[in-house]
């Protein structure tokens, strides 16, 4: 079910945990008025119950984030209350508001995989490990562990 995963967020350390839930907050809000929020344990734990837009059946869905200001990060997840095919409804939503809040990048995004790697770069991420796991890369830079 790898389709349904989203890296967590990052945030710069010179922001606050306060205005990292305050610009969280909003965005939600601008992205849909019509969600309940509900903020628990301080500054790092926020529950939304969001409404489907355009649903004829008022489906409910759930966000959940939690803040980690140590580590610069935002978890968070979105489920809706029946299993299903949601069309990307909860993806969209969940990028819809990272943008809108503008502090959050993604986690990874500045990562060198092997799809964005250009000559003389490794290709450490994810996506390279997979890909030299199942000797799909090159093998190029086997001769810097021989050396040693």
Known sequence: QLDLYAPPWTFSSNISADEIMSRLK????????????????????????????????????????????????????????????????????????????GVFGIMGDTMNTADTATIGERGNGPLGQLKAFYGLQSGSGFEDVLAE
């Open 26 to 101: 909003g965005a939600i809000q601008v992205v849909d008025s019509s969600s309940e929020i509900m903020q628990q344990d301080g500054n790092r734990y926020l529950v939304v119950q969001s409404k489907r837009p355009n649903d004829l059946f008022g489906t409910v869905d759930k966000l959940e984030f939690v803040v980690n200001p140590q580590d610069q990060v935002v978890t968070f997840r979105s489920a809706a209350p029946t299993e299903g095919n949601d069309f990307g409804t909860q993806r969209r939503r969940l990028e819809e508001i990272r943008k809108r809040a």
